[in-house]
């Protein structure tokens, strides 16, 4: 079975930087998306198989990059200069397509999310 475990969210002030953790159990293109109270979730970075390909909502892009270690089986979410707007709880998505998506129905696993919240 395939297990998607996010890590790392917590409380931050704006203009701070945090790195969520994703565990998973195999080779597949993975992905963040995030939901913010009341609103539909979205798509935030996503790295494909082979971890050459990025791709990164303009919300976020030039301030949140994504890597991947697969020694270890880890997906990682590195956020800076973060905003208000930012706040959400975010989850790690697995895909077994070899490329990139930003389509949530592309996404064949998901974990169960860990909150984010930027605030003074």
């Known amino acids: 079975q395939v297990q998607v475990v996010e890590s790392g969210g917590g409380l931050v002030q704006p203009g701070d930087s945090l790195r969520l953790s994703c565990a998973h159990s195999?080779?597949?293109?993975m992905a963040w998306f995030r939901q913010a109270p009341g609103k539909e979730r979205e798509f935030v970075a996503a790295?494909?198989?082979?971890?050459?390909?990025?791709h990164y909502a303009d919300s976020v892009k030039g301030r949140f990059r994504i890597s991947r270690d697969d020694r270890k089986n880890m997906v990682y979410l590195q956020m800076n200069s973060l905003k208000s707007e930012d706040t959400a709880v975010y989850y790690c998505a697995a895909s077994n397509r070899w490329d990139t998506s930003s389509t949530i129905g592309d996404y064949d696993y998901w974990g169960r999310g860990t909150q984010v919240t930027v605030s003074p």
């Open positions: 790295i494909n198989r082979s971890g050459r390909k990025y």
């Open positions: 195999g080779k597949y293109t």
